[in-house]
């Protein structure tokens, strides 16, 4: 379980005057379970994320994960105890193959602590998100790459890593409908599949309605938690008013209505 205690995150602006990004949050994630963080821009979701994955440390406050106190560790440290960060915008690691990253990606999972993996199993992986082994496994990730592709072996990553907790940031962001379509179908297999906890910032309704709970945050505070379908009316109700939930992502004729 990851254990989120009295959390504030203040910021000091070029007018050199604080700025509470994040107002005393407190939240419990529990394993096996698929969440969303939602609201309005500028509420504080992408922080939240990066001060769970050490990206930024909290003014004050205190960040568990099995009872045991992380708020002092760095990156490096929250990865070995198992939690994984994917960015809006996936890194291209020029002259490292799809296989490789796989391989790098299992030694922290302790399902290969003795052995390495092999490429069936990475294949196994990169089927698992969509993608034909054959066509991948032995390609770069670099700037051939589509921007849905990436996501796709970058999820694949995070699958091989076998993590407690998974932080994904706007998945959605920077990909076009086709790719977004596909990620849909990924995070769907995953939430059957689920071992851990999952968290996603994303304020699209397809993701929304793949959750097991919903947390509306905004202003730096949680103003709502709850499950999908007590909460969907009401966020989306009132994105279609202002807007703020339609995205960056040419809706669906399903989505049309909302947006």
Same mark, same amino acid.
């Given at each position: 379980?990851?254990?989120?205690?009295?959390?504030?995150?203040?910021?000091? &602006?070029?007018?050199?005057?604080?700025?509470?990004?994040?107002?005393?949050?407190?939240?419990?994630? +529990? #394993?096996?379970?698929?969440?969303?963080?939602?609201?309005?821009?500028?509420?504080?979701?992408?922080?939240?994320?990066?001060?769970?994955? &050490?990206?930024?440390?909290?003014?004050?406050?205190?960040?568990?994960?099995?009872?045991?106190?992380?708020?002092?560790?760095?990156?490096?440290?929250?990865?070995?105890?198992?939690?994984?960060?994917?960015?809006?915008?996936?890194?291209?690691?020029?002259?490292?193959?799809?296989?490789?990253?796989?391989?790098?990606?299992?030694?922290?999972?302790?399902?290969?602590?003795?052995?390495?993996?092999?490429?069936? #199993?990475?294949?196994?992986?990169?089927?698992?998100?969509?993608?034909?082994?054959?066509?991948?496994?032995?390609?770069?990730?670099?700037?051939?790459?589509?921007?849905?592709?990436?996501?796709?072996?970058?999820?694949?990553?995070?699958?091989?890593? &076998?993590?407690?907790?998974?932080?994904? +940031?706007?998945?959605?962001?920077?990909? +076009?409908?086709?790719?977004?379509?596909?990620?849909?179908?990924?995070? #769907?297999?995953?939430?059957?599949?689920?071992?851990?906890?999952?968290?996603?910032?994303?304020?699209?309704?397809?993701?929304?309605?793949?959750?097991?709970?919903?947390?509306?945050?905004?202003?730096?505070?949680?103003?709502?938690?709850?499950?999908?379908?007590?909460?969907?009316?009401?966020?989306?109700?009132?994105?279609?008013?202002?807007?703020?939930?339609?995205?960056?992502?040419?809706?669906?004729?399903? +989505?049309?209505?909302?947006?």
């Amino acid at each position: 379980m990851l254990e989120l205690k009295n959390i504030i995150f203040d910021v000091t &602006g070029d007018d050199k005057k604080k700025k509470r990004i994040i107002d005393d949050v407190s939240l419990k994630l +529990d #394993e096996n379970k698929f969440y969303v963080i939602t609201g309005p821009n500028g509420s504080g979701k992408s922080t939240l994320a990066k001060l769970i994955m &050490g990206i930024e440390t909290p003014t004050s406050g205190n960040i568990l994960l099995n009872g045991q106190d992380i708020t002092g560790l760095d990156i490096t440290e929250r990865a070995k105890l198992g939690i994984s960060f994917a960015l809006q915008q996936p890194v291209r690691f020029k002259g490292i193959q799809v296989l490789d990253l796989l391989k790098m990606a299992a030694k922290n999972n302790e399902s290969f602590k003795d052995k390495a993996l092999s490429t069936g #199993e990475a294949c196994e992986y990169l089927s698992a998100v969509g993608l034909c082994a054959r066509e991948y496994i032995n390609r770069e990730v670099n700037s051939s790459l589509s921007g849905g592709e990436l996501k796709r072996i970058e999820i694949a990553t995070v699958l091989a890593r &076998g993590t407690k907790v998974t932080l994904f +940031d706007e998945p959605e962001a920077g990909i +076009d409908l086709w790719s977004f379509q596909n990620l849909i179908s990924v995070f #769907e297999d995953m939430r059957k599949s689920i071992r851990g906890t999952v968290v996603i910032i994303s304020h699209q309704e397809r993701i929304l309605n793949i959750a097991d709970e919903i947390i509306l945050l905004a202003d730096g505070k949680i103003k709502k938690i709850g499950k999908k379908e007590d909460m969907l009316i009401d966020i989306l109700g009132a994105g279609v008013a202002s807007g703020a939930f339609c995205g960056k992502i040419q809706p669906t004729d399903k +989505d049309k209505g909302a947006c």
